[in-house]
């Protein structure tokens, strides 16, 4: 059973940095697509940046300019560059694993069938 390790959440300020980590187990990256959705209680989970793994990105509009997503194939990881954080983007941040690419248009949860348990980040003073 594939196992998705989150790691990198927290409590920052705004304005702050943040980098989360996502390593699953039991697979290799490589042939997947890979990103990070969030989700805030009484709302959709919505795609905040993806990889498609053949060399196609998606962020949300949201946070363009400030979250980069990359690769680390030799350590089979996918991390989230979360800079200049605002207090909207508290949420619950979940890894995922699928199968995505940019002709799909915005990344939709059910095009991902391997999930984390989700690392809280809270942007607050």
């Known amino acids: 059973q594939v196992q998705l390790v989150e790691s990198g959440g927290g409590l920052v300020q705004p304005g702050g940095s943040l980098r989360l980590s996502c390593a699953p187990s039991?697979?290799?990256?490589?042939?997947?697509?890979a990103g990070w959705f969030r989700q805030v209680p009484g709302k959709e989970r919505e795609a905040v940046c993806i990889?498609?793994?053949?060399?196609?990105?998606y962020c949300a509009d949201s946070v363009m300019g400030r979250f980069t997503i990359s690769r680390d194939n030799a350590k089979n990881t996918v991390y989230l560059q979360m800079n200049n954080l605002k207090p909207e983007d508290t949420a619950v941040y979940y890894c995922?694993?699928?199968?995505?690419?940019?002709?799909?248009?915005?990344?939709?949860?059910?095009?991902?069938?391997?999930w984390g348990r989700g690392t809280q980040v809270t942007v607050s003073s």
């Open positions: 995922a694993l699928g199968y995505w690419t940019k002709a799909h248009g915005r990344p939709v949860p059910s095009q991902f069938d391997s």
């Open positions: 039991g697979l290799n990256l490589d042939y997947y697509a």
């Open positions: 990889s498609s793994g053949h060399g196609s990105t």
